[in-house]
């Protein structure tokens, strides 16, 4: 809104044209959508709590997870509804709306946001266990998934080459493959949220930080002079996409205001399928895909650990870890759980900043 309107009121207004531009610069507007979404989720968020408390949506507990966790029954969740309102009306107010890649994310993010929400309602409110059954979650990601990747693959100036980290002179080209590649990213990085997302904290965490990481390559891919010089792909209009991860981390910050340990709100399906399936679009649209197994190794590394536990005891009828996903493991061995959630937050600063080096390490 505010980037439409500088211009209609600097044609309007020439003498101060040269205020009216600072709305336009990438820079600026990233910023302020980071303070808009944290403003408004630190707003909106006591009344969140106290909504979602009268409509006795309420986090059941699974009787064979740490006996830690018992105490948590009953708190709040769907609490990523105030996440999504608050990136949302952040991106609408800071925004190019006309532009291809916000477009993008949007639609994943709140068609994503949708998958989540039926499932929390059939949980929270319904009191049905089953929840959205997960076949039907996977075939409405992957159709949104499929959406998004044909689009990109007619998109103009959208090239379906590879860039490989620390190797500026190789760049397979996927061509048609491109699509299936894309929504693999999108639909398991969504997932791998998901599957983070158990403790206080825990998955809101590192997604501000990957948020942080893909705002900076997202500048870079968007700059044609920046992309020339540190040989990456000039992506034309993904820069935009700065600001949409300027109101991720504003949004994710209010969030954990409510969320750090001891959690007053989690934030379910609706809000950890969304964030990372809008993460995963990020990181395909700006062409940063494999980076992402870098940034994100944290949910990576969730993921794998329930991988590994199911076919491991599927083949020997033993476990791998004491429970699945990671987090869980370290609770079962004693670790108390604010210390497991600082220690993953450092370990995903140390991977972004890894896969940052890998800007000049070419």
């Known amino acids: 809104m505010f980037y439409h309107l500088s211009i209609w009121l600097s044609e309007l207004y020439p003498e101060m044209a040269s205020f009216f531009n600072l709305f336009r610069y990438i820079s600026f507007r990233s910023i302020y959508a980071a303070l808009t979404a944290l403003v408004l989720s630190l707003i909106l968020g006591p009344w969140m709590v106290r909504k979602l408390k009268e409509l006795q949506v309420g986090q059941p507990i699974r009787d064979d997870g740490p006996s830690t966790h018992l105490k948590k029954e009953g708190t709040p969740t769907m609490g990523g509804l105030l996440i999504i309102a608050s990136m949302s009306i952040s991106v609408l107010m800071w925004g190019d709306i006309t532009n291809i890649y916000i477009v993008l994310v949007m639609i994943v993010t709140l068609s994503y946001a949708l998958i989540g929400f039926i499932d929390d309602y059939r949980k929270q409110i319904k009191k049905d266990s089953r929840g959205l059954p997960g076949r039907y979650k996977l075939f409405w990601q992957c159709m949104v998934g499929i959406l998004v990747g044909i689009i990109l693959y007619l998109t103009p100036n959208f090239s379906t080459e590879l860039a490989v980290p620390f190797f500026k002179n190789i760049s397979p080209d996927l061509r048609w493959f491109y699509i299936p590649f894309a929504i693999f990213i999108i639909v398991g990085t969504s997932n791998a949220v998901n599957l983070t997302d158990g403790l206080d904290g825990l998955a809101i965490g590192p997604v501000v930080i990957v948020a942080m990481t893909y705002l900076i390559f997202s500048y870079f891919t968007g700059n044609v002079k920046i992309a020339d010089y540190l040989y990456i792909h000039y992506v034309p209009g993904t820069g935009e996409l700065a600001i949409f991860c300027g109101a991720m981390i504003g949004a994710g910050m209010g969030f954990l205001w409510y969320n750090s340990y001891p ?100």
């Open 263 to 362: 959690a007053e709100i989690f934030m379910g399906d609706v809000g950890a399928l969304s964030l990372g399936g809008a993460i995963g679009t990020v990181a395909v649209a700006t062409k940063h895909e494999l980076l992402l197994v870098i940034v994100g190794g944290l949910f990576v590394v969730e993921t794998l650990s329930v991988i590994f536990q199911v076919g491991f005891f599927k083949l020997k009828q033993r476990r791998i870890f004491r429970m699945a996903p990671l987090h869980h493991h370290f609770e079962l061995l004693g670790w108390p759980e604010p210390k497991i959630i600082v220690r993953f937050w450092i370990i995903s600063v140390i991977l972004a900043l890894l896969a940052l080096s890998t800007l000049k390490i070419r």
